[in-house]
């Protein structure tokens, strides 16, 4: 019998289906998991991680104006307090909220958010109520205030984390949860809070309600109902909203749900042809029981179309094809999502992970208008890869330019064989001044001289061809992306800004002993004992200019404004060693260390040396180079020339230090032995090795016009930047490297 439903009915209706289905997969894909109903779409902005909702950005300068008056109020706290323990406690919510307003800013800048510079009324009153009191009241009262105040935003941190579709500001979240909840226990710790002063915490329902849209105004008010009768558009801009900003994933599934559903309707149709024509085995084609007629029946009209007898299949076989093969190409789809699964992943962004972006995030914010310097480079990248040929005046400089010119420009490989092939060319040049100068007549002192630091005679200024504009670098720095056991923290160690009376052209870890064994300057940090005659032990007794009772030493070469005179022009170390200029204080440091991105790291021992970089690479090669220099702005590119930055841009180095430990050994004859780097390209240490925190020196230069500033170096090195290096030696106490590793391994921002 024929199936009740038309043909074109039962197909109308699986691709109504079809759509119905698809659409939703696009809303769950879209939302997050429920990230729509705390969502306004009408309301929402375009950013590269996300729409970015009212509720978000409210969240971002509640967190903001939280710390420009809880950030004073600690410090106020640390220097008034009666309590040892207030005092205490107003320290570290000082110090942890001057990181996270750091991670405020860097948040705003990447969101194009603009953040207020003062606190609310309310926190004001705050504030002046907190600094009328004295004594006990004084300590009672700051300690109360602070704790009120962290209770409410919390919750309002959790109902944005629950429900926004933006990457980072879920990320943002997840951090300022964490500080939230940490001064919590500090404030609870004092002992003097009272928490039959606290507001009470909503009861729970009786029955569970139903999920509704909520409006997450400011102040954190309390969810209200979105009749969907009065939006404008209602579920169809919803949906056009999910579907704009599906992900490809998202993409994938719902064509999936589609074809399914088709491929659903195609099967089911196909049975129901199947039933209506099948007919018992071995059936007659005549009625069985013909009724009795006085006469013959009249003769059938010709070519009846309802028997088909042409069209009839022995054995109530159907030919391959139509339904059943659409059925059989929907299971095959359906069975693809695995294999491209690595297809359609995203790719990972460069330094965009928590970890990497929180050091770039202790600098000072991004001027406007260097990040729309930013945005235009890459809308419009440059093809010119000879940024640095430009203006040769001398044949020599010219030959440099031919070797290094566009180093910056190349990726992977590539870059690291131009590298080579500029060392090379810089070598050659100097082997071949170092020739001539031998066969000129030197007095004895000048011979002397010459034996106790040798290569003054081949001091030069940097080539023209060791700058590039950083507009055209394009060789992108790509961190490896982390797997599930990856220790993704950071942990930035306090050490305040290098002291001048520290400087020295000593090493005492390359060359023990050796007045001016470096033949540059150097800057320090953390340990005082600085000079040719340390040893590292000497390290744990000293001084220190870090928090945390953190005696490690951190120590690079100065940079140097070329078109100025130093104070040490005729010094060892100076002018001297070829280092001419006056030195440069640099505007801004870091010190941050960082996890691993295929597991836990493990504490460094006590009194391990450290090296990174390679101080003699133009003799030496490039394969220890570890130099990075950059832009503010620009951390997504690096180059192993001088970056020349538009104004107002800081320039930066950025150097990252070995962190695959032998296990054993504090230090080996080369310095590097014994600590090695990890894979370029899975962040995994080599087999017989120990991961431990990675070092990462981040140093900020206010830097002068044009080509005048040049990287101190061994005077026969010429100032190449490819020879920028630095030096560490742990000495943090072990319950300082324990709190480290637990907050990398944990994926904490400290």
């Known amino acids: 019998m024929r199936s009740p439903v038309s043909r074109a009915a039962r197909w109308g209706g699986a691709v109504v289906l079809g759509v119905i289905v698809t659409i939703a997969v696009f809303s769950s894909g879209s939302s997050g998991g429920g990230a729509a109903a705390t969502q306004q779409p009408g309301t929402a902005t375009r950013t590269a991680f996300g729409p970015l909702s009212a509720s978000d950005v409210d969240l971002v300068v509640k967190v903001r104006q939280a710390g420009l008056w809880e950030g004073p109020t600690g410090q106020q706290m640390e220097q008034r307090a009666t309590n040892e323990v207030v005092r205490d406690v107003g320290r570290r919510i000082s110090t942890e909220h001057a990181e996270l307003d750091a991670i405020v800013r860097q948040t705003a800048d990447q969101l194009g958010v603009t953040l207020p510079s003062q606190p609310s009324a309310q926190q004001q009153g705050w504030m002046e109520q907190i600094s009328a009191q004295t004594g006990a009241d004084y300590d009672r009262t700051a300690v109360n205030l602070l704790r009120q105040a962290h209770g409410t935003v919390l919750p309002i941190i959790a109902q944005v984390r629950s429900g926004t579709r933006n990457e980072l500001v879920r990320q943002f979240a997840t951090t300022s949860a964490q500080f939230v909840t ?55 801009d919803g949906v056009l909203t999910s579907v704009r900003d599906a992900s490809l994933s998202s993409w994938l599934a719902a064509g999936l749900a589609f074809v399914a559903v088709l491929g659903g309707g195609a099967l089911l149709d196909m049975v129901l042809r199947d039933r209506s024509r099948t007919r018992p085995a071995g059936a007659s084609t005549t009625p069985a029981y013909p009724p009795a007629r006085p006469f013959p029946a009249p003769p059938r009209p010709p070519a009846p179309p309802r028997p088909q007898p042409p069209r009839r299949r022995p054995d109530g076989r159907r030919r391959p094809g139509g339904p059943a093969v659409f059925g059989l190409l929907v299971i095959g789809v359906l069975a693809l999502p695995p294999v491209l699964e690595g297809a359609v992943s995203t790719p990972s962004r460069s330094s965009t992970s928590t970890a990497v972006a929180a050091g770039f995030a202790a600098l000072d914010p991004v001027p406007d208008h260097v990040l729309a310097l930013v945005a235009a480079t890459e809308d419009d990248p440059s093809d010119d890869d000879d940024g640095g040929k430009r203006d040769e005046g001398k044949d020599r400089d010219d030959d440099r330019a031919e070797a290094g010119g566009g180093a910056g420009g190349e990726d992977g490989g590539d870059a690291r064989e131009a590298l080579s092939q500029a060392l090379a060319a810089r070598q050659a040049d100097e082997d071949q001044d170092q020739n001539k100068n031998k066969n000129q007549d030197q007095n004895e002192d000048e011979n002397a001289d010459a034996d106790a630091f040798p290569g003054r005679e081949n001091a030069a200024p940097p080539a023209l061809a060791d700058f590039a504009d950083i507009g055209e670098v394009s060789a992108v720095v790509a961190d490896p992306t982390p797997d599930a056991n990856a220790s993704t923290g950071s942990f930035v160690s306090e050490c305040g800004e290098p002291d001048p ?209 040049a990287l101190d170096s061994f005077p026969d090195q010429q100032h190449h930047p490819a020879t920028d290096h630095g030096d560490f030696v742990n000495g943090m106490p072990d319950e300082l490297m324990d709190a480290v590793v637990e907050c990398l391994n944990e994926g904490l921002q400290c």
Not at 199 to 219: D, E, F, H, T
Not at 572 to 599: C, H, K, R, S, Y
């Open 182 to 236: 940490r001064h919590h226990e500090y404030l609870e710790s004092t002992g003097l809070v009272d928490f039959e002063a606290l507001p009470q915490p909503p009861a729970p329902a009786a029955v569970p309600a139903p999920a509704a849209p909520l409006a997450a105004g400011a102040g954190g008010a309390a969810p209200v109902p979105t009749p969907v009768a009065n939006q404008a558009g209602g579920t169809f």
């Open 501 to 709: 009376a520290l400087r020295n052209s000593d090493n005492w870890i390359a060359n023990p002993g050796a007045v001016n064994g470096a033949q540059h300057m150097h800057d320090y940090l953390g340990s005082v004992a600085t000079d040719a005659s340390t040893d590292a032990g000497d390290l744990l007794a000293s001084e220190t200019t870090c928090e945390l009772d953190n005696r490690s030493t951190f120590f690079w070469p100065v940079l140097r404004d070329t078109s100025k005179v130093g104070a040490d022009d005729n010094d060892d170390g100076g002018g001297l060693d070829g280092n001419v200029g006056e030195i440069i204080e640099p505007a801004q440091v870091v010190m941050q260390f960082l996890g691993n991105p295929t597991g836990p790291v493990s504490p460094m021992p006590q009194l391990l040396r450290v090296i990174t970089g390679d101080a003699k690479a133009v003799t030496n090669g490039a394969d220890n180079v570890h130099a990075q220099w950059t832009c503010r702005g620009f951390e997504d590119r690096a180059t192993t020339q001088y970056p020349l930055c538009p104004q107002g841009s800081r320039l930066l180095r950025v150097l990252d230090f070995p962190s695959c430990w032998d296990g054993e050994n504090l230090d080996s004859e080369d310095h590097r032995s014994h600590i090695a780097f990890a894979d370029e390209d899975t962040g995994a240490c080599p087999r017989d090795s120990v991961a431990v925190p990675q070092l990462r020196m981040i140093l900020a230069y206010d830097q002068p016009g044009g080509r005048n500033f």
